[in-house]
């Protein structure tokens, strides 16, 4: 019997998914090209003229997605629970209001013009295809600062400026290897002159001289500053290692600055993260129902039939992107195979919490200009505002609680009332700023693991966030196609807890919309 080309790829999908649709499809000649560089992401224009698609959620991987399908022709309808679209890129400002299961809503009362970027706030370069969004719909970015080395770390009780732990360490461990050298307990692990030029180079880098010692010069910080006239300059002994590593709490901060996506330059739209957000929105909105939850997804022969609030109404659609985070989606009724329910099961969201107040820039006065503080506190970082230098207020993050410093710590610092939280906040600013605590004033916090239609930040793999190893056969699991609904969001990304993962998957889940309807 001859195989249509169609039938032909529903077997092929059946057995092998969509990855294995696609990779048919390119051998049948019929696959869309991939896009030299996912910056430069397209569907064929007008290859979805007559076809419809029901894309569940409204955050950057729904937007994403209806802002691509509808320039490509596709008639798209976007089911978004919430009434507002962003998802995680939540920009809150005076006058809004934080909801978390199980409390009071708070009132944010910031001043005009003032915003909290309670979820995504920080953009690295090498993000293109967000950025490449923000630059494509015209939103202006600025610089977002992630490192000061006059921010002060809080550990073991004692507060020092970065720039001293960070300096300090490294002259120590500079200082641990020249003596190793030097005692020879490294020959033969490099050739003599291999080992004699990183003897020399020890001195530029950490201030260990011939004498093996470390040594402070200024990049340390002075405890008499160079001044004028005869005001000669004086450095501080450096502190020892003990000071410099407290306790484990500290290592991320010494690491931070290395990660792949926190190195400078790190970017943020100018008046708040969910300028992006809004940009593809007003790109989309008259598709977008907003406070319209998903209740049942259905596949109906070739068809998805999607069941929504707020009365029980249904949409109905060639395809369907679904872009809802996958501990929500496993709730919601379905006839996913059971290989698919199977694999939504047991996927872990980190409880990630946000707090911050508006306040009079104090942090200025001291020379701090954006950047974060780290603390073995429960409230584990702060964030300076990285932009309107010189405002007479601003916001200040005082707690952002992701495990960086103790794994426990989010689900501890969530558990607290809201107003607990806040308290550890305002100790912690009046231990890194003594006396300036008292300015701090309409302090909110977001607890992500009780906020409605998130319950978590972002989806935790193996290692949690930023854990790049391979993944295995639960996540190819997730990626498969069902029938004619495929799926995207920052879990089913390698770049998770990031906007441009959920971007990123939103463009793989295209493809294979592409090659399905192309096969129709
Ligand atoms: C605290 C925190 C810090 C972060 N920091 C950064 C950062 O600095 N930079 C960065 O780029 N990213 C950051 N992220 C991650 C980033 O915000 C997310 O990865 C990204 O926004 C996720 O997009 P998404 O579309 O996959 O999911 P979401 O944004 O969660 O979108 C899913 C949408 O589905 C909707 N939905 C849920 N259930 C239903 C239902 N039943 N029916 C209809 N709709 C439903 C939701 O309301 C939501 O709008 C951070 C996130 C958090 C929480």
């Known amino acids: 019997m001859a195989l249509t080309r169609r039938a032909l790829l529903e077997q092929v999908g059946a057995v092998g998914g969509g990855a294995a649709v696609y990779l048919a499809m390119e051998a049948l000649g019929l696959a869309i090209p991939t896009a030299a560089g996912a910056e430069k992401f397209e569907l064929p224009r007008a290859s979805g003229a007559g076809r419809s698609v029901v894309v569940l959620g409204a955050g950057i991987a729904g937007l994403v997605s209806a802002y691509e399908l509808q320039r490509a022709g596709y008639r798209v309808t976007v089911l978004e629970a919430r009434d507002r679209i962003g998802g995680r890129a939540w920009t809150i400002r005076g006058g809004g209001r934080i909801a978390q299961n199980g409390r009071e809503d708070q009132r944010p009362a910031f001043s005009p013009g003032l915003y909290f970027n309670a979820g995504a706030a920080r953009i ?66 490099i050739s003599a002159d291999e080992l004699t030029t990183v003897r020399q180079f020890l001195a530029p880098y950490a201030g260990v001289g011939a004498n093996a010692v470390y040594a402070p010069g200024g990049s340390s910080g002075f405890a008499v500053e160079p001044g004028g006239y005869d005001q000669a300059p004086r450095v501080p002994p450096p502190l020892g290692f003990g000071e410099l590593y407290p306790s484990g709490a ?54 998805v039939r999607v069941e929504h ?63 974060l503080a780290w603390t073995d506190r429960a409230n584990e970082n702060l964030i300076y505002p990285p932009h309107d230098f010189g405002a007479p207020k601003g916001v200040l993050v005082a707690a952002y609680v992701s495990g960086w410093t103790n794994q426990d710590n989010p689900q501890k610092f969530a558990a607290f009332s809201d107003a607990e939280r806040l308290r550890v906040c305002r100790e912690s600013v009046e231990a890194l ?52 609904i495929v799926f995207a969001g920052e879990h089913l990304s390698y770049q998770g807890l990031w906007q441009e993962g959920a971007a990123l998957s939103a463009h793989a889940a295209l493809k294979l919309v592409g090659t399905m309807a192309k096969a129709a």
């Open 124 to 189: 690295p370069s090498t993000h293109r295809v967000i950025l490449g969004y923000a630059r494509k719909l015209g939103v202006t970015m600025e610089p977002f600062i992630n490192v000061n080395r006059n921010a002060g770390w809080d550990f073991g009780g004692k507060v020092q400026p970065e720039r001293r732990m960070i300096n300090d360490m490294r002259g120590h461990l500079a200082e641990l290897l020249a003596k190793a050298i030097d005692r020879k307990a490294l020959d033969g692990i």
């Open 250 to 303: 500290v290592t991320l901060p010494y690491l931070f600055e290395h990660i792949w996506d926190m190195q400078s330059t790190m970017l943020q739209p100018v008046g708040g993260m969910d300028r992006i957000a809004e940009a593809i929105y007003a790109r989309v909105k008259p598709s977008v129902r907003l406070g319209t939850p998903v209740r049942a997804i259905r596949r109906v022969g070739n068809r």
């Open 309 to 371: 609030g707020p009365r029980q109404l249904m949409t109905e659609a060639d395809h369907c992107v679904c872009t809802l985070p996958a501990h929500l989606l496993e709730r919601i009724p379905s006839d996913f195979s059971p290989a698919k329910k199977a694999a939504l099961k047991n996927i872990r969201y980190l409880a990630s919490v946000k707090a911050a107040f508006e306040s009079p820039r104090f942090w200025e006065d001291e020379g701090i200009y954006g950047g």
């Open 433 to 484: 700023h003594p006396g300036r605590s008292k300015l701090l004033e309409n302090g909110v916090s977001v607890g992500w693991g009780l906020v409605p239609y998130s319950e978590g930040a972002g989806a935790q793999w193996g290692g949690g966030p930023g854990d790049i190893a391979p993944r295995g056969a639960q996540y190819a699991e997730l990626l498969k196609p069902e029938g004619p």
